[in-house]
């Protein structure tokens, strides 16, 4: 579901022009940027493949950065740093954003989501395995995408000084959005 948070973020910045559309795409994919450092530092969370060639194919360990209060901490963090530079409105935004990631990934994840960092206490993991049913998940990714992209375009519309600058730009970002979604289908 990669691309499809990069298409929330494009209705949350239709939402709240204010907030910087990179800082929102950034809010997204927190979890997973913070998630690669943990893995390079020397695997402190990790993946592994479990069926190679099928969308959503790996099983992640992502003990800290993708428990439920792990998730609730960065968000809080990346909301914090965001009210910080533009606001108290401005952080509750990001900080919400970023956590729509746990909650996207809770749909599409197998079983692999605990509830506390380390899945300390032993609970259950969570998990809808939407991935497991391709074509629905690309039905909600792309629903994601046509919905942040409209959303997107008639935000700029709206805002423009001129109609060209908001048929490019909100068609730049409908494109990119559609392009990232075939290559999240394809690889």
């Known amino acids: 579901m990669f691309v499809g948070h990069f298409g929330l973020a494009a209705a949350v910045k239709a939402a709240q022009p204010r907030v910087p559309l990179w800082s929102l795409m950034l809010a997204t994919q927190f979890l997973d940027v913070v998630f690669v450092g943990l893995y390079l530092a020397g695997g402190i969370e990790s993946f592994k493949a479990v ?3 099928t969308y ?3 099983l992640i360990d992502a003990q800290y950065t993708h428990s439920l209060l ?3 901490l960065l968000s809080a963090l990346y909301g914090g740093l965001g009210a910080w530079r533009w606001g108290r409105k401005a952080g509750w935004v990001l900080g919400a954003t970023v956590f729509s990631h746990w909650v ?3 749909l599409v994840h197998r079983a692999d989501l605990p509830l506390l960092p380390g899945n300390a206490g032993d609970l259950p993991l969570l998990g809808l395995g939407l991935w497991q049913v391709p074509w629905a998940t690309a039905v909600v990714e792309g629903v994601l995408i046509v919905v942040g992209a409209v959303l997107y375009f008639r935000s700029v519309r709206e805002r423009a000084s001129t109609t060209w600058r908001a048929i490019a730009s909100g068609g730049a970002m409908a494109l990119l959005l559609a392009l ?3 290559v ?3 690889s």
Do not use: K
């Open 180 to 182: 990232g979604l075939v």
């Open 104 to 106: 996207l990934d809770l």
């Open 184 to 186: 999240d289908i394809v």
């Open 51 to 53: 069926a190679p060639g």
């Open 70 to 72: 792990g998730a609730l």
């Open 56 to 58: 959503g194919e790996a």
